[in-house]
Every structure is written in structure tokens, then in C-alpha cells.
């Protein structure tokens, strides 16, 4: 298990963030985490990127599919 950083938190959050230590001490850690940026959202799916991803992972064409499931029933078929 990871030790916590409170020194060092409490220097972004009350030096960093110009909190006081009344507000520090009231914030949960994910609230802390969102307040220094630690959970920024992913940034949409634009379609150039969805294009790059579906060039790099091709869905498998569903005939070449079954012609491989195929192949595999033939294989279990003749070591029976």
C-alpha cells in the first residue's frame, strides 16, 4: 500500500490552490484530486482519431470469421 503524500498535498492545496487549512481538511480526496487536475476528462472522440483506430484495428470481416470457425469444427472433427 502507497503511503500518502500529506506534506506535500497540503503544500498544492493550501500554497497551490490558496486554500486554508479549514478548507483543506473539509475537501475529500477525490474533490483534492479534481481541484489539481488529476482527473481531467479524456478528451472526445473526434472521427480523424476514430478513423486512425479503426486503420489500426480492423473489425474482422465476418465471412473470413466463419470461414476460420469453420476450419477449426473440420480440425476437432478429424482428431475424433
Do not use: C, V, Y
Amino acid at each position: 500500500m502507497r503511503r500518502i503524500d500529506w506534506p506535500g498535498l497540503m503544500r498544492a492545496g493550501m500554497h497551490g490552490l490558496g486554500l486554508t487549512p479549514d478548507q483543506f481538511w473539509r475537501l475529500t480526496p477525490a474533490e483534492l484530486r479534481i481541484m489539481l487536475g488529476a482527473e481531467q476528462a479524456a478528451p472526445p472522440l473526434t472521427r480523424a482519431r476514430l478513423e486512425e483506430l479503426a486503420a489500426a484495428f480492423p473489425d474482422i470481416d465476418r465471412a473470413a470469421k466463419q470461414e476460420a470457425s469453420n476450419g477449426r469444427d473440420r480440425d476437432a472433427e478429424g482428431s475424433a
